[in-house]
C-alpha cells in the first residue's frame, strides 16, 4: 500500500464550487504539505503542518484552507474554485527517524475549474 | 529576492554519457540541499540530500556537489541510461530555523537518447 494517498485523483469541477482534497498517510510523520504545481512554475507551497496543532501558511495560501484532522489527515479546501485554480496539487510528508529532512509526496490531484 | 535557478530547461544526452544539472541559488542561507526526481504526472520522489557542512555526496551512479560559496549544487548522473529520463529538481530550506520547509526549483527535463 501506499504511504501517502490523496483523494481524489482526478477532479473537474465549476467556478464556486467548494472542494476538499484529502490526504493521508501511514508514514507516522508529523509534517504535512500542501504544494500546487503549475507548467512554467514549478512546485509552490500552499500550507504546512509541524503537528496536529501547528498549521501555517506557505507562499500562496489565498483560497485555500486547510484541516489537519489527526497526524495522518491533511485536508486542503477551496472554499470557492476559480480557474487559476487548475492545477496539480501534491500532499507531503516529513519527519522520519532516519531521514528527517526528505519529503515523501503522495500521487497527486489533478484539478480543473471550469 | 530569495531565487533557485535551474540552469537548463531541458537537457538531452546520448545513452551512457555523464548527465550535469546544476542549481544555483540567491540570498538563501541553506542548511541542506535536496535533488528530487519527478516522472510525468507523479509526486517527486527524493534523491539525496547534501548538507550545507558537505561538499560532495554519492549514491550509486548519482552524485550531488554543494558549494555554499558559489551558491550553486551540481548533480550527476553518470553512465546514463533511457530510465533516467525524467525532470529534477532541486530544493532547498531557508536556513535560520526553517529546516523543515523546502523551496522547489522548476526543474530540469532530462531525456537521455539510446
Known amino acids: 500500500d501506499a504511504d501517502v494517498t490523496q483523494t481524489p485523483r482526478n477532479r473537474i469541477t465549476k467556478t464556486g464550487k467548494r472542494i476538499m482534497l484529502e490526504c493521508s498517510q501511514t508514514?507516522?510523520?508529523?509534517?504535512m504539505y500542501w504544494y500546487r504545481q503549475d507548467p512554467g512554475l514549478g512546485l509552490r507551497l500552499i500550507y504546512y503542518?509541524?503537528?496536529?496543532?501547528?498549521?501555517n501558511k506557505g507562499e500562496i495560501s489565498d483560497g485555500y484552507s486547510v484541516s489537519r484532522q489527526a497526524q495522518a489527515k491533511f485536508s486542503l479546501s477551496l472554499e470557492s474554485a476559480i480557474p487559476n485554480q487548475t492545477a496539480l496539487y501534491f500532499c507531503?510528508?516529513?519527519?522520519?527517524?532516519?531521514?528527517?529532512?526528505?519529503?515523501?509526496f503522495g500521487p497527486g490531484t489533478r484539478l480543473t475549474v471550469l | 529576492s530569495q531565487k533557485i535557478e535551474q540552469n537548463s530547461e531541458a537537457l538531452n544526452i546520448q545513452e551512457g554519457k555523464t548527465a550535469t544539472l546544476t542549481c544555483n541559488y540567491t540570498?538563501?542561507?541553506?542548511?541542506?540541499l535536496q535533488w528530487y526526481r519527478q516522472d510525468p504526472g507523479r509526486g517527486p520522489v527524493f534523491l539525496l540530500l547534501?548538507?550545507?557542512?558537505?561538499k560532495e555526496k554519492r549514491k550509486e551512479r548519482l552524485k550531488v556537489t554543494f558549494d555554499t560559496t558559489l551558491k550553486q549544487s551540481l548533480f550527476h548522473i553518470t553512465a546514463s541510461q533511457p530510465a533516467d529520463s525524467a525532470t529534477y529538481l532541486c530544493?532547498?530550506?531557508?536556513?535560520?530555523?526553517?529546516?523543515?520547509?523546502?523551496?522547489f526549483g522548476k526543474g530540469t527535463l532530462l531525456t537521455v537518447n539510446p
Open positions: 507531503a510528508t516529513s519527519g522520519g527517524q532516519v531521514s528527517y529532512n526528505e519529503q515523501f
Open positions: 508514514k507516522g510523520h508529523d509534517r
Open positions: 503542518s509541524f503537528d496536529v496543532k501547528d498549521i
Open positions: 540570498n538563501y542561507s541553506p542548511a541542506y
Open positions: 547534501i548538507r550545507e557542512n558537505e
Open positions: 530544493a532547498l530550506d531557508k536556513g535560520g530555523g526553517s529546516n523543515y520547509k523546502l523551496t
